[in-house]
């Protein structure tokens, strides 16, 4: 048998870790498509603290929850695809980690969980996760714990057949890019 990852199988541009305040390790991950998507897994196991167990230190990755990024705008009738700041004077709003699979067990109605694993972006699409414009870098600041995700382009967002401008990707036709900030909830990086 294979053995799949937890991580899920994509385009994985970057791999980020942050433990967080619990001790659990947090993975950021984009996938580095047009439309595709913003992951983070978070780790069933805690840190064993500085190298005194490396062995399960090297393991925290094999067990614990996928997510994926969906974003709920504030200002969603305003954005028409030009860049231009909404009238709140942001591009801001709320999200939601959508938990793909949590080790065998799926959260994707109508997939097991080493499907989730191995057709992971048919999952995210199954779920309604919001298609970004080549998230390529996901990292966390380690002074403020903010998040931010490079967005490097997309050319093909609101041509026909292709999904439109949202705040969090707000340009049709983005040939350069943009940056995006999270904030997760309380500042905890294990939060849903």
């Given at each position: 048998p294979v053995k799949h990852t937890a991580l899920g199988r994509f385009k994985h541009e970057a791999a980020t870790i942050q433990v967080a305040t619990d001790g659990r390790v947090?993975?950021?991950?984009g996938d580095g498509?047009?439309?595709e998507y913003i992951y983070k897994f978070v780790s069933d196991e805690r840190m064993a603290p500085g190298s005194s167990d490396r062995d399960h230190n090297k393991r925290l990755l094999d067990?614990?929850?996928?997510y994926v990024a969906r974003f709920e705008f504030t200002s969603a009738g305003e954005i028409d695809g030009t860049g231009k700041l909404p009238s709140d004077g942001?591009?801001?709003?709320?999200g939601t980690w959508i938990p793909l699979a949590?080790?065998?067990?799926?959260?994707?109605?109508?997939?097991?969980a080493d499907e989730v694993y191995v057709f992971t972006r048919l999952a995210a699409d199954a779920v309604g996760a919001t298609k970004m414009d080549r998230p390529e870098d996901v990292q966390p600041n380690p002074l403020t714990g903010l998040i931010y995700a490079a967005l490097t382009n997309n050319t093909s967002r609101g041509l026909?057949?292709?999904?439109?401008?949202?705040?969090a990707n707000p340009?049709?036709?983005?040939?350069?890019?943009h940056v995006l900030e999270l904030e997760e909830l309380d500042g905890d990086h294990t939060a849903a």
């Amino acid at each position: 048998p294979v053995k799949h990852t937890a991580l899920g199988r994509f385009k994985h541009e970057a791999a980020t870790i942050q433990v967080a305040t619990d001790g659990r390790v947090v993975c950021y991950m984009g996938d580095g498509d047009r439309f595709e998507y913003i992951y983070k897994f978070v780790s069933d196991e805690r840190m064993a603290p500085g190298s005194s167990d490396r062995d399960h230190n090297k393991r925290l990755l094999d067990a614990g929850t996928l997510y994926v990024a969906r974003f709920e705008f504030t200002s969603a009738g305003e954005i028409d695809g030009t860049g231009k700041l909404p009238s709140d004077g942001a591009f801001d709003g709320s999200g939601t980690w959508i938990p793909l699979a949590h080790n065998d067990q799926s959260f994707v109605p109508g997939f097991t969980a080493d499907e989730v694993y191995v057709f992971t972006r048919l999952a995210a699409d199954a779920v309604g996760a919001t298609k970004m414009d080549r998230p390529e870098d996901v990292q966390p600041n380690p002074l403020t714990g903010l998040i931010y995700a490079a967005l490097t382009n997309n050319t093909s967002r609101g041509l026909a057949g292709q999904p439109g401008p949202d705040e969090a990707n707000p340009r049709i036709i983005n040939r350069h890019g943009h940056v995006l900030e999270l904030e997760e909830l309380d500042g905890d990086h294990t939060a849903a």
